[in-house]
């Protein structure tokens, strides 16, 4: 449910949805969508059990790894994203609702 609340809002803010759950052979992807010239990598979590704080331990760094290895590969073989700019957002949903969204939670870039 948390995926597609996070899909919504986000083509609601304009951006197109590319793939849902893209896997690669080093993990998966819950997001990918573009907008403009932005490519943005999106993992959601469904925080309806939980507290928000405990979202360090959710995205641990070898989680951002594969979310990152895995980004790569689908780069690779959607070479028209190639100039893009990319980007590795959290979203958090509680409630049927965004709650929190961390952009480029992995790299700190934009």
């Known amino acids: ?3 597609a ?3 919504h809002i986000l083509e609601s803010e304009g951006w197109t949805i590319l793939e849902r759950n893209y896997r690669g052979p080093r993990g998966e992807v819950d997001i990918i969508a573009a907008k403009g010239e932005m490519v943005a990598f999106v993992e959601v979590k469904n ?3 939980f ?3 405990e979202l360090g331990a959710a995205i641990s760094t070898r989680k951002a790894k594969r979310i990152i290895e895995t ?3 689908f780069l690779s073989r959607h070479r028209e994203y190639s100039d893009a700019r990319l980007r590795y957002d959290v979203l958090l949903i509680r409630e049927g609702r965004l709650d ?4 480029s939670a992995f790299t700190g870039e934009t």
């Open 1 to 3: 449910m948390g995926e």
């Open 5 to 7: 609340v996070a899909a």
């Open 47 to 49: 925080w309806s059990a």
């Open 51 to 53: 507290d928000a704080g």
């Open 71 to 73: 980004s790569k590969i």
């Open 100 to 103: 929190r969204r961390i952009e």
